[in-house]
């Protein structure tokens, strides 16, 4: 029983990541395409973080999922079993996890900062910004993985294939009290404090909403759920907490499986490949969870935007994009129509402007 337990979990693997590649890459890449080109209803600052995540999740896939954990389980001999590969291809790896999560954390921080002062929102809401910090976010991430390259090295091993006695290159982890340092604050940097952080920062926005919704009448929530910036802000926020949520859940498991390992099951003589070990097993669903993080973004805007599921239909059955009322107004109204006359309402109150007479200029 215990050797048909091993021989389906290494199957279920095989035929998991390659299809995670086979749905994942194109999932990302489409998504990156929706939230550039087809807005779906999200602020200017949000299409930038969930444009940048979806390109760090593609890469992740293509350097862990496809590189790594795809070949391992179809073929005897990867080619990052050799150097200058075994170093790389951590570097790789690592540099995209980290922007992946740190990315979730910065716009999870961020959309509070924006709800909390006014001046975070009018610094936080220019796109330049943005740009800026998803660029150090990618950079920060790859410095920080450089180490990781130190971690392997290429020895030889020998292994059993179809009954005999074979001795192969193998990138392994290099048994130094400095790789277990590393591997240690890798550990925290890339699952442990992004936990922790979106974990706070996602109570403190709901807090924050929870106690302003308390300071307005029904009447006056009805009418603040009616403008097109609170609802911006509203779909922003429901996109960002269902992404924090789910990333959390999916990685919380992977890492709590891997403190166990790299303390009660630290030392040369146990074998990572003895699936009779429970931990070895849960250590195994637990990187399936996690890995599943990177391609699941698509089908949670599917699930919580309208917006992206309107967009996406418009996109499969090849119809063209209807031109917003907002984007026709900003662009042309200076050309096309001049405002001869006006109402406003006293200063004292919220300030409302009506067009009363339109004017067709040349």
């Known amino acids: 029983m215990e050797g048909a337990g091993v021989t389906i979990l290494v199957t279920v693997q095989k035929i998991y990541y390659p299809l995670l590649c086979v749905m994942g890459i194109p999932a990302n890449l ?13 602020s200017e600052t949000a299409i930038i973080y969930l444009s940048c995540l979806a390109i760090m999740d593609t890469f992740y896939l293509v ?6 954990l795809t070949l391992t389980f179809w073929l005897l001999q990867p080619f990052w079993h050799s150097n200058p590969w075994c ?12 922007s992946s999560s740190w990315i979730v954390v910065v716009f999870t921080i961020e959309r509070y900062l924006v709800l909390r002062s006014t001046a975070a929102k009018h610094h936080f809401s220019q796109a330049w910004v943005t740009k800026l910090t998803c660029v150090a976010i990618v950079l920060v991430s790859h410095l920080a993985s450089v180490p990781l390259g130190w971690i392997n090295i290429v ?41 922790v952080l979106v974990i706070i920062f996602n109570y403190l926005i709901g807090y924050h909403l929870c106690r302003a919704s308390n300071l307005f009448t029904k009447e006056e929530r009805r009418v603040m759920h009616g403008r097109s910036t609170r609802g911006m802000l509203r779909r922003t926020i429901l996109l960002l907490g269902t992404v924090s949520v ?25 074998n990572r490949n003895d699936y009779t070990i429970p ?47 907002g984007s026709v107004l900003t ?32």
């Open 30 to 42: 489409f998504t990156f395409y929706m939230i550039c080109f087809r807005k779906c209803g999200m």
């Open 63 to 68: 350097w862990v999922i496809l590189m790594d």
């Open 87 to 98: 170093a790389i291809l951590g570097f790789l790896q690592y540099g995209s996890l980290y």
């Open 155 to 195: 020895t030889p091993v020998n292994i059993t294939v179809d009954g005999d006695n074979v001795t192969l290159p193998r990138c392994c982890y290099r048994n130094k009290a400095y790789s277990t340092v590393i591997v240690w604050i890798t550990t925290f940097l890339s699952g442990g404090i992004p936990i």
């Open 246 to 270: 789910t990333f959390v859940v999916l990685s919380l498991p992977r890492f709590v499986t891997y403190c166990i390992l790299r303390t009660k099951y630290n030392n040369e003589n146990f």
């Open 279 to 325: 931990i070895n097993v849960a250590g195994d669903l637990a990187n399936m969870l996690q890995n599943l993080n990177s391609t699941t973004n698509f089908l949670l805007y599917c699930m919580v935007s309208r917006r992206f599921r309107r967009e996406l239909v418009q996109v499969t059955t090849c119809k063209a994009k209807p031109r917003e009322l």
């Open 331 to 362: 662009h042309t109204i200076m050309k096309v129509f001049s405002v001869v006359n006006h109402k406003a309402s006293p200063s004292s109150g919220p300030v409302t402007v009506v067009l009363t007479n339109l004017k067709l200029t040349e």
